[in-house]
């Protein structure tokens, strides 16, 4: 995968958590109604070229970070659930169908034993590159794999960036450009928009594939004459950005409705109130205070077009763009639509419609359904007419077929697709064969200037020279203090590296898997990974796959018992010698052991492994649907022997001897709410009371510092024994260590390689 120096920003879809009833996959949202999903974070980034400290990456900020709809980490959310394995992953569900669970005993589970009970010899040289195009826009779909360490980028820009080349300082480099599930793309000649189910917006250089812009829990966008507009989930306002620079220029109120016009000089909100016109700065120009609720509009620069059918159900309505004088014409029949760049229009009236002129004048009167106009053309069923010529069709169309601005795309039975254009004289019917995309259900098809993209499932994007524009879905990441790093993407690759002090990165194998979450040892030698197979006689069941490192050579697979257990998450040892596993059925959880005999009950948090592999920390936790966190008691093993009992949840060691535990309290079922916290030493005795917010799930990066996340899944870097926030990352982004002064950040529109001190 070549790298790209862009901006991190983009909200992930539960890439760190997801709440029991967000059971995800690749390529699936969090909401696949946008009118219902939950407020996130919209604020933009530009691409400064500089390391950002201001919405996304933070390395001093003391606030605790912004909202997301993602879910708490480590065991439960506010309301006692469990959420998320602590694993960066887009699919993982904690919980599972009616069946009931088997005893953990008697379960095919490591936790009796510290022998593999199967091994198999998985390959580890399948050496996957990604497609993706260079920084010329050359349109070959081979592209570099992830072995790249900053030589190649998007419009000749460097892999990583920040003050301080020679690895002293803050530095970030991408290591892949990704999308989360479903995309939809909108086109604008020079410039081009891609909206993804996580709700990532980028606003990207169609010549050199630069990233201009990017911004998160993003709802609707639009892109015309050089003006990029959307709104987002709060429902109440629409940010515009200036599409040739990527700079923010203004807001306007939000409405149910709102567009841009042709030529980017305004926008306009249409409501049951008023149509308004704003400058792309956001000032108003004008306003008519009438009910203009479901208003069509053809925006262009010096009138606005629209059927309101609160105004007039028999007119179309003319406004002057510059002061909103009105003119009106009348029509016959039920409006149908507007043709895209001219004010023609047709209407409907039983099995007929008419097409009226710019002069308002019929052209056409003709049995049909017209569904998209352009120029002179006409596209209806059985294929495009010219409305001057309507009993001549110029080129056929299928019902299968997607329409933007001058074009239409359509596919045949046999699978083969066609871009007639309309734009062109005569109009062209070109064969194309995109290299993504064109055999999912429902691609996101956008045109203009004679070029055109689609989008498609799992984070994927091509163009009309062949180009892949991302590298697909990120599905899950791991990291090491070791300064290893672990990339497992949408086409079933996974990819190990070394990464360098300067945010470059060195890719030293890849290897194929399909799974879910990602867990790696502390010295960069042993992954474990969230999988489902299906063993000979046997069932399709959850289980652990046990990677070597660098190599990727399978070591050895463990099934949970029954198809119905869902498997939550993993700790492990710095040297991979002890790990844990926490898996639920129909809301109950079971925990075991793998190094420790006889270690493996029920509860509903993840077993936490001392670095040094040294002790084991178990917090009982509750283990049906409604129990909660309160009056929770840890049992410390040193491993196998019981050393100590502490009072509340153990989120994870700090060091070999110390972990940090929390004390909740009781405010209802299935709700929680946090008391304080203490870190604790491995005879139960409280070392210091902390002054630290409710977090979850700890990553040690050395004695002290440690990634944690907060109850929403917002992840951050504090420095536990002294209670200091040291970094934050965009907020619900998955976050790894990968060495001790690098993490890597999964926002779902990048993957990115961050230095944080």
Same mark, same amino acid.
């Given at each position: ?83 998320? *394995?602590?694993?960066?992953?887009? #699919?993982?569900? +904690? =919980? %599972? /169908? $009616? &069946? !009931? ?5 008697? @379960?095919?589970?490591? *936790?009796?034993?510290?022998?593999? #009970?199967?091994? +198999? =010899? %998985? /390959? $580890? &040289? !399948? ?5 993706? @195009? ?24 460097? @892999? ?598």
């Amino acid at each position: 995968m070549p790298s790209r120096t862009v901006r991190p920003l983009a909200l992930a879809l539960c890439v760190t958590a997801c709440t029991p009833d967000e059971v995800l996959s690749a390529g699936s949202s969090s909401s696949g109604d946008p009118g219902t999903a939950s407020s996130v974070d919209s604020g933009p980034i530009v691409d400064t070229g500089e390391l950002d400290t201001s919405g996304g990456w933070s390395s001093t900020s003391p606030s605790g970070g912004s909202t997301s709809t993602s879910s708490g980490t480590d065991g439960t959310t506010g309301t006692g659930e469990p959420t998320t *394995s602590g694993e960066s992953d887009a #699919t993982t569900s +904690s =919980d %599972a /169908s $009616s &069946s !009931t669970s088997t005893d953990p005993s008697t @379960s095919t589970d490591p *936790s009796t034993t510290d022998a593999p #009970t199967s091994t +198999s =010899d %998985a /390959s $580890s &040289s !399948t050496d996957a590159t990604t497609t993706a @195009s260079s920084s010329t826009g050359d349109p070959s779909t081979t592209g570099d794999s992830l072995g790249s360490t900053g030589a190649s980028s998007s419009g000749g820009e460097s @892999s990583s960036t920040g003050d301080d080349t020679d690895g002293g300082g803050p530095c970030e480099g991408t290591v892949a450009r990704t999308h989360v599930g479903q995309v939809t793309t909108h086109h604008d000649g020079d410039r081009f928009v891609t909206v993804d189910e996580g709700h990532n917006l980028v606003l990207w250089d169609t010549a050199t594939l630069a990233v201009l812009f990017e911004a998160r829990g993003v709802r609707y966008a639009s892109i015309d004459g050089g003006t990029l507009a959307y709104d987002t989930f709060e429902y109440d306002t629409v940010f515009i950005v200036d599409a040739t620079t990527g700079s923010p220029s203004g807001e306007v109120p939000y409405q149910f409705a709102w567009g841009i016009a042709q030529d980017g000089s305004y926008v306009w909100t249409g409501s049951a109130t008023a149509l308004t016109v704003y400058e792309p700065d956001g000032a108003l120009r004008w306003s008519v205070d009438e009910n203009f609720l479901g208003v069509q509009v053809l925006a262009q620069g010096d009138v606005l077009h629209a059927f309101a059918g609160g105004q007039s159900a028999t007119e179309v309505l003319h406004y002057a763009a510059d002061v909103g004088v009105l003119d009106s014409d009348a029509f016959l029949g039920t409006f149908g639509g507007w043709f895209e760049d001219v004010p023609r229009y047709w209407t409907n009236q039983g099995m007929a419609y008419r097409v009226y002129d710019v002069d308002n004048t019929v052209l056409v009167l003709e049995l049909g359904a017209p569904t998209h106009g352009f120029g002179t053309r006409l596209v209806r069923p059985g294929g495009v007419v010219d409305i001057f010529d309507p009993d001549t069709v110029l080129a056929p169309v299928g019902s299968d077929r997607f329409e933007d601005g001058g074009a239409v795309l359509w596919r045949a039975i046999d699978g083969s697709a066609t871009v007639v254009r309309l734009d062109t004289d005569p109009v062209t019917a070109t064969p194309v064969a995109p290299v993504c995309c064109i055999t999912e259900d429902y691609p996101s098809f956008a045109y203009a200037d004679g070029a055109w993209l689609l989008g498609g499932d799992h984070g994927q994007v091509t163009d009309d020279l062949g180009r892949a524009i991302t590298d697909g879905e990120a599905v899950a990441i791991a990291g090491s203090t070791a300064g290893r790093m672990a990339l497992s993407m949408g086409d079933g690759v996974l990819h190990i590296a070394d990464v360098g002090e300067d945010c470059t990165w060195a890719e030293i194998s890849s290897f194929p898997r399909v799974g879910r979450n990602l867990r790696m040892s502390g010295d960069g030698t042993t992954l474990l990974s969230t999988e489902r197979w299906t063993t000979m006689f046997g069932s399709n069941r959850d289980g652990t796959r046990i990677y070597a490192l660098p190599d990727g050579a399978m070591q050895a697979e463990y099934q949970l018992g029954v198809m119905s257990d869902s498997l939550f998450g993993h700790d492990i040892s710095d040297d991979a010698s002890v790990w844990s596993r926490l898996w639920f059925n129909t809301g109950i959880g079971t925990y075991s052991v793998a190094g420790v005999a006889g270690l493996a009950g029920s509860g509903r948090v993840i077993p936490r492994i001392a670095p040094d592999a040294q002790h084991v920390v178990i917090s009982d936790g509750g283990s049906g649907v409604l129990e909660t966190w309160a009056d929770s008691v840890t049992y410390v093993y040193d491993p196998q022997d019981f050393a100590g009992i502490i009072d509340g949840v153990a989120h994870g060691f700090i060091d070999d001897g110390h972990v940090l535990v929390a004390r909740y309290a009781d405010c209802g079922n299935n709700c929680i709410t946090m008391i304080g916290s203490d870190i604790v030493d491995m005879t139960g005795t409280i070392v210091a009371a902390t002054a630290l917010p409710d977090l979850r799930d700890l990553r040690r990066i050395d004695d002290g510092a440690a990634i944690a996340f907060d109850p929403a899944g917002n992840g951050a870097i504090y420095d536990v024994t002294a209670g200091v926030l040291l970094w934050e990352a965009p907020a619900g982004a998955a976050v790894e260590v990968a060495g001790p002064n690098h993490v890597l950040v999964s926002t779902g529109a990048r993957v990115d390689v961050v230095r944080w001190r």
